[in-house]
Each structure stands twice: as structure tokens, then as C-alpha cells.
T-cell receptor, first 113, second 116 residues
């Protein structure tokens, strides 16, 4: 089945640790995105990538890092510099410049303990 | 910048009735709009989209209306069913942000509850 796979679904992080969230897509989409979702707020863009080996900061990139070494993969690292990392993280992808619609994965819950 | 809002944070409807969820956007240059449905603990699912050169678009049991004059769009769900219970987001595209990229701005969501 074609789609976007995020893992793990649930992740607990201790203070001061870095954690990496995985995102894989088999839709052959060029563009990939990471959003953060907090209760009562709209989705906020962390990072996006239009093409392999290139990515751009979104609105709330501080404390996060990404890589795009393969077209199908766009992992997100939540670093210890992110002071309030507890949230629901959504990976998404889009066909590319000509594509309009962003499609989402099922999300990953990150909790700091 | 763009802001996208929803008129009501929660909406309760009787099963079988029609639902209307509203959304306002701020940037008159927005040229493309999407409605998403998000069930609890899951990622948003695409429902329907509309371009700014259209006023209305229909899908299966859903209709999106766009009023560019007042920068408002709505999602109408016909014969609402219990499976429609979810949070509904609107998103507006634009303006062009360079590097071949348009960005979406998302509303906060309206929680639709269907009463059996």
C-alpha cells in the first residue's frame, strides 16, 4: 500500500536527550514536511524539503534538525535544545511543485519525562 | 502573514442532519484551499479541495463553498454519520515563498460531535 509511515507511534524522552522520529513514504513524492501539533493550535511547520539533499526551516525550526539523504526518507531529530518538545508530530509529503495537496502520516507522540 | 481561523471550536449535530463548518482566512492572495479530517490520535486525512477560481465544489456527501469577497470558506457534510465525528481543519495555500515552494497555513480545527 502506498503511504507515509511514521515511527515510533509513541516515544518518551528524558530531559537532555536527542530523539529521532522516522518518516518514510513510498508515494514517490518530491516534497516532505514535518509539522508539530499542540492542543488548541493549528499545525506549525518545523522543516520542509523540496528535493533530496536540500531542506528549509519552517516557522518553528529551533531545537530541531532534519536530513534528506533519500527521496523516501525525512527523519526529524528533536534535540535537547528544544525546550518544550512534548507534542504530536506529523510528517507529510506532496508531489512536488506541481502538486497541491499535502498528505499526512499517522503521527508520532513525543513525551518528555 | 496568513492566518486561518475557524468560527467555532466545537459543533454538535444530530445523526442524519447536515453539518456546516466554517473557516476564515486572512490573505487575499491565497489561491488554494483544503479541508482535512482528523480522528483522535491519527493524522489528518484529505477530504476535499477548491481553487480560488471556483465558488463551489462537491464530493461524496461533502461540499466546499468559497467566498473570496469575505475570505470565507465552509465545509458542508450531508446526512452526518457517527463516523464523521472528528476534528476538521481548513488550510489555505500561499503566498509563494520561493525555492519552488508554496506553504499551507492551517486553522486550529473544529471538533464535530455526532449525536446518535
Amino acid at each position: 500500500d502506498g503511504g507515509i509511515t511514521q515511527s515510533p507511534k509513541y516515544l518518551f524522552r528524558k530531559e537532555g536527550q536527542n530523539v529521532t522520529l522516522s518518516c518514510e513514504q513510498n508515494l514517490n513524492h518530491d516534497a516532505m514536511y514535518w509539522y508539530r501539533q499542540d492542543p488548541g493550535q493549528g499545525l506549525r511547520l518545523i522543516y520542509y524539503s523540496q528535493i533530496v539533499n536540500d531542506f528549509q526551516k519552517g516557522d518553528i525550526a529551533e531545537g530541531y534538525s532534519v536530513s534528506r539523504e533519500k527521496k523516501e526518507s525525512f527523519p526529524l531529530t528533536v534535540t535537547s535544545a528544544q525546550k518544550n518538545p512534548t507534542a504530536f508530530y506529523l510528517c507529510a509529503s506532496k508531489e512536488g511543485f506541481s502538486g497541491n495537496t499535502i498528505y499526512f502520516g499517522e503521527g508520532s507522540w513525543l513525551t518528555v519525562v | 502573514g496568513e492566518s486561518v481561523g475557524l468560527h467555532l471550536p466545537t459543533l454538535s449535530v444530530q445523526e442524519g442532519d447536515n453539518s456546516i463548518i466554517n473557516c476564515a482566512y486572512s490573505n487575499s492572495a491565497s489561491d488554494y484551499f483544503i479541508w482535512y479530517k482528523q480522528e483522535s490520535g491519527k493524522g489528518p486525512q484529505f477530504i476535499i479541495d477548491i481553487r480560488s477560481n471556483m465558488d463551489k465544489r462537491q464530493g461524496q456527501r461533502v461540499t466546499v463553498l468559497l467566498n473570496k469577497t469575505v475570505k470565507h470558506l465552509s465545509l458542508q457534510i450531508a446526512a452526518t454519520q457517527p463516523g464523521d465525528s472528528a476534528v476538521y481543519f481548513c488550510a489555505a495555500r500561499g503566498p509563494y515563498s520561493g525555492a519552488g515552494s508554496y506553504q499551507l497555513t492551517f486553522g486550529k480545527g473544529t471538533k464535530l460531535s455526532v449525536i446518535p
